[in-house]
């Protein structure tokens, strides 16, 4: 497979993940900003925009949910932007164009084409069903027209990757506003665990339970060891030789680096530190995808977020 098109199916895989954790994120705390007068919005929005790589515009004295709104959602210029994501995962299938099946190419140009510019403040929870809705049916559309091949492993590496990263960055916005934040049971709603964690569990939501649950749960698909495993096997899948030769090793390193920390340090110690382990966990995330650049993709420079160091 040339690498240009390697390179657009991981992108692809990843932007679409970005729009849908996005979405998610933001539609978890803007609800609960609306419903809980006692949270200083201002603070609040500043750290949801640090947690989701981004700043306010400049010069504003206050940074309101309308701001946060426009940062990251509908800005289309601003890397952290469900705008920006559909954007660019269209783009990127129009590179690809002779790969891509044209199910996928027709859902992602018109999900592109009906983005709004500005939203309702009344219908910004529609919006974001609509940015899932669409984001499963891609994923959907791709898992059920591609064969098992090099393509779809590249997508769905570009998923996995951005999957550990956005659900990182969910737990992470559970300590911005301390006792104000979102409860577990919100947290795992938004990933649309609710019904998994309660089969598993058999019981309300707890803190450790609820964080055991989305960081090491091997059977949930949005879990990060789970994500984290499946980017281990499709690495597996594109260069079988790589633990022999060497080739990539810097990626099975990096996410094994992730999957080790998660699973031999005490649950306790996560949860008291948990935004410092989430931003460890991105960070190693950068350094694998950095890796796969490096290995797969290397005449090109890779897309970064916002305040992401290359």
Not at 72 to 98: F, G, H, K, M, W
Not at 223 to 240: F, G, L, N, V, Y
Request: a negative charge.
């Amino acid at each position: 497979m040339l690498s240009r098109i390697a390179e657009s199916l991981f992108w692809i895989g990843r932007y679409i993940e970005r729009s849908d954790g996005t979405a998610r994120i933001l539609d978890v705390h803007l609800q609960l900003l609306l419903e809980d007068p006692w949270i200083d919005e201002d603070t609040a929005c500043r750290s949801l925009l640090s947690v989701m790589g981004s700043f306010p515009p400049e010069g504003l004295d206050s940074v309101t949910r309308q701001d946060v709104l426009t940062r990251l959602a509908v800005d289309r210029t601003n890397p952290s932007s469900i705008a920006y994501s559909l954007q660019s995962a269209r783009e990127n299938a129009r590179r690809a164009r002779e790969i891509v099946s044209t199910e996928l190419w027709e859902t992602l140009n018109t999900t592109y084409s009906r983005m709004p510019r500005r939203l309702n403040a009344e219908k910004v929870h529609e919006f974001f069903r609509w940015v899932r809705e669409r984001a499963a049916l891609a994923v959907g559309v791709t898992d059920s027209s591609t064969s098992r091949d090099e393509a779809w492993q590249f997508f769905t590496l570009g998923r996995s990757i951005e999957r550990t990263d956005m659900t990182a960055r969910l737990l992470a916005t559970r300590s911005l506003t301390e006792e104000s934040g979102p409860s577990w049971t919100t947290i795992l709603r938004s990933c649309g665990a609710y019904e998994a964690y309660l089969r598993t569990y058999r019981g309300m939501p707890s803190a450790h339970k609820a964080a055991e649950f989305l960081l090491l749960d091997r059977l949930f698909p949005r879990s990060i060891i789970h994500s984290i495993q499946r980017a281990e096997e499709c690495m597996s899948a594109i260069d079988p030789v790589a633990d022999r030769v060497g080739h990539s090793n810097a990626v099975l390193r990096a996410l094994g680096r992730i999957r080790n920390d998660l699973e031999y340090r005490p649950l306790g110690e996560i949860l008291s530190e948990l935004p410092e382990h989430m931003d460890n966990v991105q960070k190693v995330t950068r350094e694998a995808s950095e890796a796969i650049r490096g290995r797969f993709f290397p005449t090109a420079a890779e897309p970064n977020w916002i305040g992401e160091t290359s």
